[in-house]
């Protein structure tokens, strides 16, 4: 296996690519405000090539684009937004017709039920539970071991729609549905996740883009720029397409702890997942 290649900027392999699946939060953005260096990286790559935003958030693109616009990241640095809400809402939509649901997860994501014919009800009158997040970003996991114990309980399948573990916003570490979805498969809870780093997430993105823009595109002119192993660079290799990690984003804190230079760091994880580039953060 190849080592990693570290970037002192993305002009040095950009003009490889014709297509650029970029993840957001740890890339472009801390949930707080955007990073001034990312966003003249997307500008120079949007003269030329496609930019297609791929995030974990667990609700409709429209709902993450109000957002973006309160942090003043508009449409002139992509070319289309796709969420694993985006996904979630097609299968929900598209498999699950006449059923009611048990929403584990804060009000701020009931934008992805909308329109889904789907109604929503209490647990005991489930038949499935679709989980987006912890209901307060201070929540701790210890919080959510009794509901889940009552689906377990039930053995209902739940529908997990954002796979990240945790996010950073700003300096501070929250939870996101994927603990809570791995949690309940350590009880032995049935789980279906939508978004990275699951190959049909890419499928699904690569059928849109094809549609959008009526033509094949060849999987070596893409390239994934994100900053987490488990899903942005993972997904990458999943769908078997070239990734540039951005190792300062939600991994910062590991290398720094071990108190190890970026590149042995790298070269570790590179042992568990094929990187093929790096950068600190994402630099033009």
Same mark, same amino acid.
């Given at each position: ?15 490889? /690519? ?7 939060? %740890? ?19 949007r003269s030329s090539k496609k930019i297609i935003l791929i995030s974990n958030a667990p609700r409709p693109s429209n709902s993450v ?12 640095? #992509?070319?289309?937004? @796709?969420?694993?809400?985006?996904? !979630? ?12 649901? #048990?929403?584990? %997860? ?14 929503? !009800? ?14 307060n970003n201070k929540d701790n996991l210890n919080k959510y071991f009794s509901i889940l114990k009552k689906i377990k309980k039930r ?19 929250? #939870? ?7 949690? *309940? ?18 499928? *699904?993105? #690569? ?23 488990? !899903?942005? @660079?993972? %997904? ?8 540039? /990690?951005?190792?300062? %984003? ?15 760091? @790298? @070269? ?8 093929? *580039? ?7």
């Amino acid at each position: 296996m190849n080592n990693p290649v570290f970037l002192s900027g993305l002009n040095k392999i950009y003009s490889k /690519f014709d297509l650029f699946f970029v993840d957001l939060w %740890g890339v472009v953005h801390n949930g707080i405000q955007c990073y001034p260096d990312a966003l003249k990286a997307l500008k120079n790559i949007r003269s030329s090539k496609k930019i297609i935003l791929i995030s974990n958030a667990p609700r409709p693109s429209n709902s993450v684009q109000k957002f973006l616009n309160k942090i003043n990241f508009n449409k002139k640095f #992509y070319n289309l937004l @796709i969420t694993s809400g985006d996904l !979630t809402r097609f299968y929900l939509k598209n498999f699950s017709k006449n059923k009611s649901f #048990y929403h584990l %997860g804060p009000d701020k994501d009931k934008s992805l039920f909308v329109n889904l014919g789907l109604k929503k !009800t209490s647990l005991n009158n489930a038949d499935f539970v679709v989980c987006t997040g912890v209901n307060n970003n201070k929540d701790n996991l210890n919080k959510y071991f009794s509901i889940l114990k009552k689906i377990k309980k039930r053995n209902l399948k739940m529908i997990c729609a954002n796979p990240d573990l945790i996010v950073h916003r700003g300096d501070r570490t929250e #939870y996101c549905a994927g603990s809570i979805a791995k949690l *309940y498969e350590k009880m032995g809870g049935s789980v279906k996740y939508f978004g990275k780093p699951y190959k049909y997430f890419y499928e *699904y993105i #690569y059928e849109l883009i094809k549609k959008k823009y009526k033509k094949n595109i060849n999987k070596s002119k893409i390239l994934v720029i994100g900053d987490n192993l488990n !899903t942005d @660079i993972l %997904g990458a290799n999943n769908f078997k397409v070239k990734n540039l /990690f951005i190792a300062g %984003g939600i991994h910062r804190s590991e290398w720094n702890k071990k108190k190890i230079n970026l590149a042995k760091f @790298i @070269i570790e994880k590179n042992k568990d997942f094929k990187i093929n *580039y790096f950068q600190n953060e994402l630099i033009w």
